[in-house]
């Protein structure tokens, strides 16, 4: 049995370009009738076709199935099914990671949203810190750190943060960037001198808008930890939650306060 191309084309769900496309490459020879001049693809063909859909559909690219495939040997057939698998697997990995950040940031806007104006318990999960400064030393350093990537290649992993710390009975801040452990750990980051972990610990979580440098400690706050006996303890960083952009209007700045305590 026969097929023309608009036939072939209906049965692999594809456009008749495709198939011209694959004819271009060399995937594919149709037969030609000499008194019509028209091509025809045979049951053989069709099944070739329907191979190579599979494999493309795998992820192998059609170079890929013409040299190592279609003429190729078992043993290329398992070297490029066993490298297809793990760059399938990597992409998948980055897809997880990418998952697991939507949620955490998914999980952020709803913490906020709860302990807007008010003091929550929680958690500061692990992260790693880096101020603005070392991060644009990091970057015009003319000998790059170990651990450095250029932080635009992973710019949905990283989140901007406030340290805030008291020197000498005054509050002060140090802006920079954040990145959870895990996300440090996939984007190798860790190595990277310039950039702090700060451990997981039980915090005191409240969201604030436009806080000032001098209120990381807050009325609001001072007047929680009082009425629940609690302490700080430990370094008190934020996360930007939400923030606009507005030539006539002051921007609002929403931050997410994270701050360690102990029971006394």
Known sequence: MIYKIGD??????VTTEAIRHYERMGLIKPEKDPQTNYRYFTEEQLSQLLYIQ???QMGISLQLIREQFLNGSLHSYEQVISETLQSTQERLRILQMKTSNLMNCLDILQTAEQSKGRCIYGMRPDMYF??????????FAQEQPKGFHNFSNHADLFFQSVHYYEENGVWRSEKGFG???DCAEYAQYCENPYFHLRSAAHAVLCTFDNLKTDAGITETVRTFFREHNLKRSGEVYSRQVYRTFSKEQEPVVMELLAIPYIRI
């Open 8 to 13: 072939i084309a209906k049965v692999m769900g």
């Open 54 to 56: 599979r494999l493309s």
């Open 130 to 139: 880096i101020s603005t400064q070392h991060c644009i030393q990091s970057s």
């Open 179 to 181: 990145i959870y452990k």
